[in-house]
């Protein structure tokens, strides 16, 4: 599975995006996937996770009610809603699949296919 992710930007405190990721490869269908991100000096950390299906979702407590995940089966694309944002999300986005997994995972380690990463700056 190859992936590509795109739609980050700048945007202003309070604001939103939507992140998308598109996958190649019949493997995307059975498999989980999520979102990491990371800021300048820190690690990579979890923020979504959604399972093969879409109906399973799990939220890092920095983003849940805020963040919404979701894929198209059929556009071979995953997503990443993004509202009320804060300065302290800013960091690079990173998509990632777990080939032929089925559950969502917020260990980064679980993951085989990695998408470039875009950049998402929350500033004033």
């Known amino acids: 599975v190859q992936l590509q992710a795109s739609g980050g930007g700048l945007v202003q405190p309070g604001g939103s995006l939507r992140l998308s990721c598109a996958a190649s490869?019949?493997?995307?269908?059975?498999?989980?996937s999520g979102w990491f991100r990371q800021a300048p000096g820190k690690e990579r950390e979890f923020v979504a996770t959604?399972?093969?299906?879409?109906?399973?979702?799990t939220y890092a407590d920095s983003v849940r009610g805020r963040f919404t995940i979701s894929r198209d089966g059929a556009k071979k694309t995953m997503y990443l809603q993004m509202n009320s944002l804060k300065p302290e999300d800013t960091a690079v986005y990173y998509c990632?699949?777990?080939?032929?997994?089925?559950?969502?995972?917020?260990?980064?380690?679980?993951?085989?296919?990695w998408g470039q990463g875009t950049q998402v700056t929350v500033s004033s």
């Open positions: 490869g019949r493997a995307f269908d059975n498999s989980a």
């Open positions: 990632a699949v777990r080939t032929n997994r089925y559950s969502g995972s917020s260990d980064p380690t679980d993951y085989d296919n």
């Open positions: 959604i399972n093969w299906r879409g109906v399973s979702t």
